[in-house]
């Protein structure tokens, strides 16, 4: 047996250093739970960052409510102002119009 131990291999240039491979390793489960969460959380709340695409079942009658509604209202203005909500529709695009005071 000699007496002199044997020599270490040399590591790589490019290896982590152990702290960051415990470090990786130890923050995977704390991701993981993160992320859950997150999940989770976008599922059962109604209201966040994107909303679904999806319809609800009564938009089509809240709609047809707010249209009868609108049209109602729309015949109680009088001729003038049913004329000026017209043009002010038909030239909504024009630059002109938007910055004159007829339009505000």
């Given at each position: ?23 990786r390793?130890s ?37 047809r ?8 209202w729309k ?13 002010q ?10 910055a004159?005071?007829?339009?505000k």
């Open positions: 047996a000699s007496s002199r131990s044997e020599p270490r291999p040399a590591r790589f240039a490019l290896d982590p250093p152990l702290i960051l491979t415990m470090t390793s923050m995977m489960p704390v991701a993981l739970l993160a992320l859950g969460a997150w999940m989770l959380s976008s599922l059962t709340s109604q209201s966040g960052f994107v909303m679904n695409s999806a319809t609800p079942r009564g938009s089509k009658v809240a709609m409510g707010f249209k009868d509604d609108f049209y109602a015949e109680t203005l009088s001729s003038e102002d049913q004329a000026l909500l017209l043009k529709a038909q030239n909504e695009f024009n630059k002109k119009f938007r004159s005071d007829e339009f």
